[in-house]
């Protein structure tokens, strides 16, 4: 079992809508999770951090963690052209010294 | 704003021949991180370092491939000799404790 795993799309989702990007993880004992953005070409650019169980809102962007099913996702609302990208989770894994265990990415494409 | 300084952005070069990737993480920050990024394999952590002491390299190939930082500001990879396999974009992060990594611009790698 891979220890990040993302869906790698591409997920396509017209303008306005919600897109919604899923992550499980395979370590319990994970503490800190993240979404990163990176736009073709880029770099991978941090979007959210999430750190306990629930909802965190930032804007059009909400994280979600549930640690229980060891499962954190991303939901963009009223989604825009500019927000096609490849989003990458990551989580700080227990027994990773603190470095982040990167998905792959999954691939927005946002539909005018 | 503070950012992980990368030169250079891009390198193009003939097979066997050193390459050289330099890196000036974020000032404070602790940890240091070289990442490779292949269509394929997705982001791949090769080497990272906490208080410029190296913590992991075991992705990184052993024969060909170093990493070092010789102070606070500086880190540094070498490939030697290059291959046309290394091709790729090459990432440094930094970040301080669990806080999360922050990238640079990357070195975009052609190894003819």
């Known amino acids: 079992q891979k220890e990040v795993e993302q869906n790698s799309g591409p997920l396509s989702v017209p303008e306005g809508a919600i897109a919604s990007l899923n992550c499980t993880y395979s370590?319990?004992?994970?503490?800190?999770f993240f979404w990163y953005r990176q736009y073709s070409g880029k770099s991978p650019e941090l979007i959210m951090s999430?750190?306990?169980?629930g909802d965190k809102e930032d804007g059009r962007f909400t994280a979600q963690l549930n640690k229980a099913s060891q499962y954190v996702s991303l939901l963009i609302r009223d989604s825009q052209p500019s927000d096609s990208a490849t989003y990458l989770c990551?989580?700080?894994?227990?027994?990773?010294?603190?470095?982040?265990?990167f998905g792959k990415g999954t691939k927005l494409s946002v539909k005018p | 704003d503070a950012r992980v300084t990368q030169t250079p952005r891009h390198k193009v070069t003939e097979m066997g021949q050193e390459v050289t990737m330099r890196c000036q993480p974020i000032?404070?920050?602790?940890?240091v991180f070289w990442y490779r990024q292949t269509m394929m394999q997705g982001l791949e952590l090769l080497a990272y370092?906490?208080?410029?002491?190296?913590?992991?390299d075991s992705g990184m190939p052993k024969d060909r491939f170093s990493a070092e930082m010789p102070d606070a500001t500086l880190a540094t990879l070498k490939i030697q000799p290059s291959e046309p396999r290394d091709s790729a974009v090459y990432f440094c992060?930094?970040?301080?404790?669990?806080?999360?990594?922050?990238f640079g611009d990357g070195t975009r790698l052609s190894i003819l």
């Open positions: 992060a930094s970040g301080w404790g669990d806080q999360p990594q922050h």
């Open positions: 370590d319990r004992g994970s503490q800190s």
């Open positions: 999430i750190y306990s169980n």
């Open positions: 990551a989580v700080n894994a227990w027994k990773s010294q603190g470095n982040l265990i």
């Open positions: 000032l404070g920050h602790n940890t």
């Open positions: 370092f906490r208080n410029r002491a190296p913590l992991d």
